[in-house]
């Protein structure tokens, strides 16, 4: 039996979906782990000892377990607990925290690197620290990490893959659903590779828009 | 203890780091409208002296008072937080570098403040930062980014920032020093400006000749001690101690 990529247009429905979740799902996750780094590298640096630990818990946990793992934890495990996650809402939380806490580690460095000079012009004009973090601070380190993120962001994409073990229909399920049906490994999984690549290249090309209009802001 | 009558009033100030003794029982007075010069070589704790006043390097012992208010009192942490940051809105300071938010253009160093702390509206913080910048000379370059403005500019817009928070007294840290001979004058004009306006400046200098034509009063420091004070014509003119002596032949030799 050779290759036939003709099949593809009868097919595309279920593949265009697995799309759609996949993108949903990788920007929701993008945004959690973006927001979430932040509030986790704040916490890391600034936050009272106590406070500290239970974070100290939540990143040894996501830093140093399988992400498969921690999204059965999420999905399968919390249940047991009387919270019952719908299965894409899982994988979100599973994939952001676990990137929140890669983000973390890139902010806090990003943070102390700002010049300490910037911290004090903010605190004599009176400023708390609070708000000098907020206004001054953050958005500096945050600029000079969006680069190391956009990596991060796409080792995301790739590892989104893993929700399809809690039932999500992402991509890889749904190319996996359809060649269940068609007995046709090799076409639908190119044809999901395809779209991997080409949601990788609308990424690339967020993350250079976004580079060129902070360059233009500094 | 005694009441405070002068507008800026440092009693036996005494820091160290460490071991390290920065300041030994300083003592300072400055009223309002005057302007006080510090020179000395580095390391003289000229400059821990001056960020000393709105708390930057808190002192070890001793008081500052701020128009009858003390500056380092006892208080609990998150009441002393709350007394600094109220103070600092009244004291501007302005640094050797001039430490201007690279992410926000001259309109929003200047306006962020203000806006953050008064709660002024974008339209009462857009007129302030016309006035404040057009009174240093940059309302040009209002929605310029720093990194589009030369050094001297950088720092005129920074004395503008501190300006907008309409402050009693202004602090300079060596403001011209790390400029290009050629932009010093530009903004030793800003501050001879707010000189003219009565504005309270303490100001810390290696340029004897800008201290001598603005100071009422200019001190020489050395290893944490004031050596000597006085009116810039007699301080430059006819030094009384050997140790100012020797700076300041050292210092005029060296820049001429």
Sequence with gaps: MGLDFSIIPKYMDIILLGVGWTVGITVAAALLSFVGGIIFAVIALYAPWLVRQPFRLIEWVFMGTPLLLQLFLIYFGLVQIGIDLPAFVAGIIGLGLHFAVYNSELIQTAILAVDKGQMEAARTLGCSRAQALRKVVIPQAVRAVIPPIGNNMIALLKDSALVSVIGVSELTLSAQRVIGKTYRPFEFYILAAAFYYVINLCMEWVQRKIERRISISR | ?256
């Excluded at chain 2, 580095?42 to 208010?69: C, H, M, Q, Y």
């Design chain 2, 1 to 256: 203890m005694t009441e405070q009558t002068h507008f800026v009033e440092i009693r036996h100030a005494q820091k160290s780091f460490g071991t390290l003794e920065v300041l030994k029982d300083i003592s300072l007075n400055v009223e309002r409208g005057q302007i006080v010069g510090i020179i000395g070589s580095s390391g003289s704790g000229k400059s821990t002296l001056l960020r000393a006043i709105n708390d930057l390097d808190p002192l070890t012992g001793g008081e500052i008072w701020l128009d009858g208010v003390q500056v380092n009192k006892t208080l609990p942490h998150r009441q002393y937080e709350k007394h600094i940051n109220e103070l600092r809105q009244h004291v501007g300071m302005v640094f050797q570098h001039f430490n201007l938010f690279p992410h926000m253009t001259a309109r929003e160093n200047v306006t962020m403040a203000p806006k953050m702390l008064k709660g002024l509206s974008q339209a009462d913080a857009d007129r302030l930062a016309e006035e404040q910048l057009d009174k240093v000379g940059m309302l040009e370059r209002i929605d310029y980014y720093p990194s589009q403005l030369s050094g001297g500019q950088k720092q005129r817009v920074a004395i503008a920032r501190a300006l907008a928070m309409k402050p009693k007294l202004m602090l300079f840290d060596e403001a011209t020093s790390a400029l290009d001979p050629e932009l010093v004058e530009e903004v030793n004009l800003v501050m001879k400006k707010l000189a003219e306006e009565h504005m309270t400046m303490i100001i810390v200098t290696h340029e004897m000749d800008f201290a001598a034509s603005v100071c009422d009063r200019v001190l020489f420091m050395d290893k944490g001690v004031v050596v000597e004070e006085g009116p810039p014509s007699v301080l430059f003119k006819n030094p009384t101690q050997n140790r100012t002596r020797e700076f300041l032949r050292k210092h005029i030799e060296g820049a001429s």
